[in-house]
Nanobody
């Protein structure tokens, strides 16, 4: 069992920045973020293989968001710059149960998630 604890959400105005953190209770192969806005489907945002640093960004956030990890490999960070109202959502940290991360050939497979965090709310006002 892996516990994921997120922090860093909040309310900002458009153009501002936030940094989310997710700490795992034990080392995992991959960690990252999904988000879910009210009335919308959950979507993949950004993921990273902890050892290699290979990462994925959705088209909606690439060039604005950046994922990184700490030296211990148990915490990932999501730096979110130039936030827009469309980024408003609950951001949920995730880790796989296997060694395979959530994307292959730019397609996100949410069914590969083994562990979910509790989510942290991000609200961006115009």
């Amino acid at each position: 069992h892996v516990e994921l604890v997120e922090s860093g959400g909040g309310s900002v105005q458009a153009g501002q920045s936030l940094r989310l953190s997710c700490q795992a209770s034990k080392p995992v192969t991959c960690m990252g973020w999904f988000r879910q806005a009210p009335g919308k489907q959950r979507e993949g945002v950004s993921f990273m293989y902890i050892e290699s640093g290979q990462s994925y960004y959705s088209d909606a956030v690439k060039d604005r968001f950046s994922i990184s990890r700490d030296n211990a490999g148990t915490t990932v960070y999501l730096q979110m710059d130039n936030l827009q109202p469309g980024d408003t959502a609950t951001y949920i940290c995730a880790a796989p149960r296997t060694r395979v991360c959530f994307w292959r050939q730019s397609i996100v497979y949410a069914e590969d998630v083994g562990w979910w965090g509790q989510g942290t709310r991000v609200t961006v006002s115009a």
